[in-house]
């Protein structure tokens, strides 16, 4: 590998005669900061999209395991059914009302054919 390279560059240099102008070597410079920011960019992207994942996935799996424990041991529990029955309520009121109230909402909901 160093052999092939330092023949490469030896050829370069015979052909390259000329020396890079000023200007040429700042255009050089700003094209490497432009690629190096790109590349740093992406990686820290990628970095940070990973540790949202790993943190989501683990807040799911937390919540899934309350919210199971939670509708388990609700048999036994009163406060918890007064619970389910309000929010049923609510929900059925708030349906209710938007029915009556906003035909127009519901008439552009897109409705799945499937």
Do not use: C, W
Not at 34 to 56: G, H, M, P, T, Y
Not at 84 to 110: C, E, S, W
């Amino acid at each position: 590998m160093k052999l092939r390279e330092s023949r490469l560059r030896s050829l370069v240099s015979k052909v390259l005669v000329e020396e890079l102008t000023a200007s040429d070597r700042k255009e050089i410079e700003r094209l490497s900061r432009k690629q190096a920011k790109v590349l740093f960019d992406k990686e820290i992207s990628s970095a940070i999209e990973k540790e949202i994942k790993k943190r989501n996935n683990t807040f799911e799996k937390q919540t899934n395991k309350v919210v199971t424990d939670r509708f388990k041991k609700a048999k036994n529990d009163k406060d918890f059914d007064d619970a389910v029955i309000k929010i049923a309520k609510r929900v059925l009121k708030g349906l209710h009302d938007m029915h009556y109230k906003r035909t127009n909402l519901i008439d552009q909901m897109p409705v799945p054919k499937s």
